[in-house]
Each structure stands twice: as structure tokens, then as C-alpha cells.
């Protein structure tokens, strides 16, 4: 999307060129008449034939140039969610789509006198919610503060909910909360006094034991200062890589069927034989956030995720910085593509023969 921005004395804006859209539609009279918080305010300019939208973002400045100085703590982290879920509340409460919020990290702002978190309001659908939250979700990796224990733990739990096909913003206040109630039973064995609720995160739904047990297998987590001084980074590549499945339990279809495949390292001194047997299976360095883990520089910590249905299998690239190649052509991010026997996998500079 093509953004420009503009300044009219004393104000500032963000603009959207040449769009088209109907005037007269319900949403779109919603937000031009009406003051909707966290939402930027809209209206209408006219230039020739043309069109455009133009958002209000005086004393605003856009997420990527605030982090792009600092770095985000849990308090940043819990803000930003929670600022995510009063946009969606809003959004039903003024019947209008959450389809159309731009969720671009250059369109998402932070308001320098209330410190809040403002997101603008599209006329032209962005596509499901879902997925195009994902890459802001994604830029969220490169913010955190990897010495925020908390933070990280949050940031991590939310990249594992977001590669799902269909997840809501309760999962991640849902995440918020396990991770908050983790928190102060330790203060509470260290201590013998429980802690305050320091994530103010409202009525947790009880059942969300269970979908944490289906996405966490881990008891505990690690910072990313102790993961990088664990022993287990000792281990070779090969080592790291092959030690991670021991104890994974096979995935079975709906049909009852097992799903097998096997990919082979082409290019490594030491060879790698890699047979998932759980999916969908995510590769990375993070021992956080990875089912496999391949201990070497140029892998993302989530880097690339494989998938497996009835019809076949499927990897994804989970917007990786030196990103996920097949048959030597780059796959977009995020973008399910099926691979079959023969196909050369490289996750970065390593390849993977598909078996």
C-alpha cells in the first residue's frame, strides 16, 4: 500500500493515495462522523479526479520509528495488546469490520502525550484480520527486549499462536494472563507471598489450561541470556537439530492416517536426517519457540514452518530474515507452498533434499 505524509501547518498527516471507494457506505459515514478511540481520525481529500484518505497523526508517531530507538518491555508488550483488544471491542460495539483495520507496522501509531496505541481505519478490506496481523505480530520479534524475561516469553508465546490457521485476540490476552499467573506462583514458593497482578489482565478463561498444554510443551522457559549459555548449545548442528523430536508424539489425520517425510541435508559436513513426526512442525534456533532447532547464525529463531493434510506437504516461511528457498526460488512470507519428493529445501544457506 502506498503511504505518503503530509504536513498542513501545525498538523500532521498520513495519507493514502488514490483509492477507491464508496462514499456513501455505512462503515466508512461511522468513522467520518463519529470520534472512535484508538482509531485515527479520517477524512476525505479531494484532488482532481481523485481521491484520497487522509489520518490524523499529529504529536503520533508510527511503531517502527519508536522502536526503532528503544526496545519494548512487558509493560510496552501488554499495552500494545491490550490497545489491540479495546480496537476489536470497538469495532463491534460501532458495527463496523475489523477486516478494514490497516494493520501495516508503518500505519499503526503512538500517540507521544497519551501513550497509547492509535490504528487506522481502511474503507477497502485488508484481507482477514488473521493474517495480516501476523506481519505486525512478526515485527514484534525484532522489538522486544530480549532481557525483558517477560516480554520475551509474551512475544514468543504470541508467534506460536499466530502460525495457526484461525486464532483470536482472547488467545493472546489468554497467553498474557498464563504467563502473569506463572509469575506469581513463583514470587509466591519464593516468597510465601503471592505477588500482585502486575498484567491487570481481566476474568482469564479457565479452560485456556488446555490449549496451552496443546501449544507450550515446556514446563519452564528460559531467557534469552541463559538459553545462550546453555550446554546443550554445545552440541553440533546435527546434534541440536536431531535431539529436539525424542519425545514428539505422531501427528494422525482425521482419516487416521500418518503422515511421513524426511528431509536430508545436501550441503553440511556432518549430514542431517530430519523425520518429523508432529505437525505442524516449526524449524528455528529458538529452543523457545522451534520443534526443530538448527543452531546456526543465519536461521531466524521461527523460520520456517511444514505442514502436512490428507492431500499432502506444505512448508511456510515465517518471515525469516535470510528467508526459505525451494528449488532455489524464495517463497513470500507466509505463504503455504506444497512440497513434494525431489524438492531441495534451503532454510537459509542450508539445504534440505525432501524424501
Not at 501513550?115 to 481502511?122: G, L, N
Not at 499462536?161 to 497467553?175: F, K, M, R
Not at 514428539?248 to 500418518?258: D, E, I, K, Y
Request: net charge negative; glycine share 4%; proline share 3%.
Amino acid at each position: 500500500m502506498e503511504i505518503e505524509y503530509k504536513k498542513d501547518g501545525s498538523h500532521s498527516y498520513m495519507v493514502i493515495p488514490s483509492v477507491e471507494f464508496d462514499e456513501n457506505d455505512y462503515q466508512l459515514q461511522m468513522i467520518l462522523n463519529n470520534k472512535i478511540e484508538e482509531l485515527l481520525p479520517m477524512k476525505i481529500n479531494y484532488l482532481n479526479n481523485s481521491k484520497e484518505l487522509c489520518y490524523e497523526t499529529t504529536s503520533k508517531i508510527s511503531l517502527p520509528a519508536v522502536y526503532g530507538r528503544k526496545q519494548m518491555g512487558r509493560k510496552d508488550v501488554i499495552g500494545f495488546i491490550e490497545q489491540l483488544k479495546k480496537v476489536s471491542d470497538l469495532m463491534r460495539e460501532y458495527l463496523l469490520d475489523f477486516n478494514h483495520i490497516i494493520f501495516d507496522p508503518d500505519c499503526v501509531f503512538w500517540g507521544r502525550k497519551d501513550e497509547k496505541i492509535y490504528f487506522c481505519y481502511c474503507p477497502v478490506s485488508q484481507g482477514e484480520a488473521q493474517d495480516t496481523m501476523r506481519k505486525l505480530f512478526d515485527r514484534l520479534l525484532e522489538w522486544v527486549d530480549h532481557n525483558d524475561r517477560d516480554a520475551v516469553e509474551i512475544v514468543y508465546g504470541i508467534q506460536q499462536i499466530t502460525i495457526s490457521d484461525s486464532y483470536s485476540i482472547q488467545d493472546i490476552l489468554d497467553l498474557v494472563e498464563t504467563v502473569g499467573e506463572r509469575r506469581r506462583k513463583e514470587a509466591y514458593e519464593q516468597s510465601g507471598v503471592k505477588e500482585e497482578n502486575i498484567f491487570e489482565i481481566e476474568e482469564p478463561k479457565k479452560s485456556f489450561w488446555d490449549w496451552v498444554k496443546k501449544w507450550f510443551r515446556r514446563d519452564k522457559y528460559q531467557d534469552e541470556e541463559e538459553l545462550e549459555h546453555h550446554t546443550d548449545m554445545e552440541m553440533t548442528a546435527a546434534e541440536s537439530i536431531q535431539a529436539d523430536f525424542e519425545d514428539a508424539t505422531v501427528f494422525l489425520a482425521s482419516s487416521g492416517s500418518t503422515y511421513f517425510i524426511t528431509l536430508k541435508s545436501r550441503n553440511l559436513e556432518k549430514p542431517i536426517v530430519i523425520q518429523p513426526n508432529i505437525f505442524p512442525c516449526i524449524f528455528g534456533k529458538s529452543r523457545k519457540s522451534s520443534d526443530y532447532i538448527i543452531d546456526s547464525p543465519v536461521v531466524s529463531r521461527v523460520h520456517m514452518k511444514l505442514s502436512a493434510d490428507d492431500n499432502g506437504f506444505y512448508i511456510e516461511d515465517l518471515n525469516s530474515t535470510n528467508g526459505t528457498y525451494l528449488n532455489e526460488i524464495k517463497l513470500a512470507p507466509h505463504t503455504m507452498t506444497e512440497i513434494k519428493e525431489g524438492d531441495v529445501i534451503s532454510i537459509a544457506n542450508i539445504e534440505f533434499l525432501v524424501e
